[in-house]
């Protein structure tokens, strides 16, 4: 037996096989996706296919782990931190939900957004195999809040999550109306949030707007600049492409999960 285990570690939606030395010490990784294995100890090939075998499911390479791009080069220099992509969906909710919990008897209208995010982000997370990268609740000085980014090969979006639960969304720019609410001029602030994104990233990011559960929207008057998507239209995104190119979307995500990267809008 050579006494290396395998360790099955996720990180950014893929799950990967880490071979262990009995320390805890990994010699190897396997990532199923690429049918790769990255030898770290170059000398201990046999011995890793060895453990690796009953995971194995058809041809693999193996070899030494490829070169760093520059963009994995400032991930991995990125401080715990200061690293928004781990970031939940509703993650400024779920924080401020844990430290002023929501009182038993009543409704509180936080719980209607975070579940709307959540849902958002749910369906947006579903993207990554096509080459696009979220990141949620992104925090702008001031206290503002852009609920999901979306980066990938048709560009960037900045999304702004509106909870409709079985009320109609009416849509007369600059205002938002939902329900028998008055209208708020959300768009001014969904346009902001992404002209501030743009600045920080030096790219252009576009507003759009997602009601979410609504029993309808009625767009009166098109919003100038900000796309309207309800939230089952998100995989759409999947098919839009021409923009950026692979190499780009990581540089770009490497630079907008940095926190320090939005302490400047």
């Known amino acids: 037996m050579s006494g290396l285990r395998v360790v099955p570690i996720r990180l950014s939606g893929r799950e990967r096989l880490h071979v262990c ?32 075998g009953p995971f194995l499911s ?23 931190d200061d690293d928004l992509a781990p970031n939940r969906p509703g993650e ?25 995010q959540q849902a958002t982000g749910e369906a947006l997370d579903r993207l990554e195999a096509a080459g696009w990268h979220t990141l949620h609740s992104v925090p702008l000085p001031g206290g503002d809040l852009i609920h999901h980014l979306v980066i990938g090969p048709g560009g960037l979006f900045a999304l702004h999550v509106l909870a409709a639960r079985g009320q109609r969304v009416r849509v007369a720019c600059p205002t938002v109306a939902v329900g028998r609410g008055a209208p708020d001029p959300v768009l001014h602030r969904v346009r902001a ?13 576009r507003p759009v707007l997602v009601p979410v559960d609504a029993a309808g929207v009625e767009v009166t008057e098109p919003p100038r600049g ?38 400047r809008v």
């Not at 990994?26 to 201990?44: F, G, H, I, K, M």
């Not at 929501?102 to 409704?107: P, S, T, V, Y």
């Open 21 to 52: 030395r009995a320390d805890g010490a990994t010699v190897a990784r396997y990532d199923r996706e690429a049918a790769r294995v990255d030898l770290l100890s170059q000398d201990r090939e046999a011995e890793v296919l060895e453990a690796l």
């Open 58 to 80: 058809g041809p693999v390479t193996v070899g030494p782990p490829p070169v760093p791009t520059p963009a994995e080069l400032a991930r991995l220099s990125l401080h715990p």
């Open 92 to 116: 400024a909710l779920l924080v401020d939900l844990d430290r002023r919990p929501a009182h038993r008897l009543r409704r509180d209208p936080r719980r209607r957004e975070l579940a709307a």
């Open 193 to 205: 949030g992404a002209e501030r994104a743009s600045h920080a990233l030096t790219a252009e990011v």
């Open 226 to 263: 900000v796309r309207v998507v309800t939230a089952g239209e998100l995989p759409a995104l999947a098919r839009l492409g021409g923009v950026l190119k692979p190499a780009d979307v990581e540089a770009l995500h490497a630079t907008a999960r940095d926190r320090t990267t939005w302490t």
